[in-house]
């Protein structure tokens, strides 16, 4: 028996960082993200079958044969770890029956991740789980999803206007995470306002998006980056910084790393009807554009 699988990863706006269980269990947390049609894919096959016998012989297995892999490159900030680990899960528990047991495989995919030592929230586990556009919030429990419907014309407009570009820097999350959360757990009040603030924004912009403001959504988007890059200095870089200042000049309205930061990609929202001169410009300087659509179905199951 065969099972196909996709996982899709994710864009996060405003609020990343928050949704750590060190901040979300204290005081919080709040992420506005989308799910993207960038997948993790894989399939399983359960032993017993002409199909089984051909892939484990060609694939080194006697009997059940599990494979996947990744459409982004290394590193890039889209919750690639955490769409990996859904989609694993989803592979060997091969059912998924409606939007409840998503959120519960989404839950059960981070818990697995703790276990290995994986610092970080959850947002991606959920994005990849439900898809669309989402803002959600963090606290003890399992995380509390709003699966947002702008509509569809308005969404168009604003899909169509992100860019995002892999700078072509691998991110090591883990180290940015584990120098950021050693400063919050020493006390450091300065660090517990900005991730305070960065909570607060994805409300913000929530409302901003909801109300079609996509002139205040740039604005809290560029405060969002802002307030990212004074937690710690291993957030941004020289190289970044360049491509930032560079997506800026070519047509860009705002611009934030994705994910942890320190490299991986950079989304941007470009001014309305400068996407292909900036997403061009970017390239130039050898940044990767990344295209995709949002994904609005979440991890997916098929069998045969």
């Not at 528990?93 to 989404?106: D, F, H, Q």
């Amino acid at each position: 028996m065969k099972y196909r699988a996709q996982a899709p990863l994710r864009v996060d706006f405003a609020g990343g960082w928050s949704d750590v269980p060190a901040f979300a269990q204290a005081e919080g947390g709040a992420v506005l993200n989308a799910a993207i049609s960038i997948y993790a894919k894989g399939y399983i096959i359960w032993g017993g079958g002409w199909q089984a016998g051909i892939a484990g012989r060609l694939l080194g297995a006697e009997k059940n044969v599990v494979r996947y892999e990744l459409d982004a490159p290394a590193g890039a900030g889209l919750g690639a770890s955490a769409a990996q680990t859904l989609l694993w899960l989803t592979l060997v528990k091969t059912t998924i029956a409606n939007v409840s047991e998503r959120r519960e495989l989404a839950e059960r995919a981070w818990r697995v991740e703790q276990e290995l030592g994986i610092l970080g929230g959850k947002q991606d586990h959920y994005a990849s789980a439900v898809g669309g556009i989402s803002y959600m919030r963090f606290g003890s429990g399992p995380a509390e999803v709003e699966e947002l419907k702008p509509g569809f014309p308005f969404t168009d407009g604003f899909e169509r206007r992100l860019v995002l570009v892999y700078t072509g820097r691998r991110r090591l999350s883990s180290d940015i995470h584990e120098a950021v959360w050693g400063r919050y757990r020493s006390g450091d009040t300065v660090v517990a306002g900005r991730l305070a603030r960065l909570r607060d924004i994805a409300g913000e912009m929530r409302n901003a998006l909801m109300a079609h403001d996509l002139d205040a959504f740039a604005e809290l988007m560029a405060e969002n980056w802002a307030c990212q890059q004074k937690l710690h200095a291993s957030v941004t870089n020289a190289e970044v910084n360049a491509l930032v200042a560079l997506a800026l000049r070519s047509g860009a309205q705002a611009v934030k790393a994705t994910g942890a930061g320190g490299g991986g990609c950079l989304l941007c929202l470009a001014r309305d009807g400068q996407e292909e001169v900036l997403r061009a410009r970017l390239a130039q300087a050898g940044a990767q554009p990344l295209t995709f659509t949002f994904d609005w179905f979440g991890v997916h199951l098929t069998k045969g």
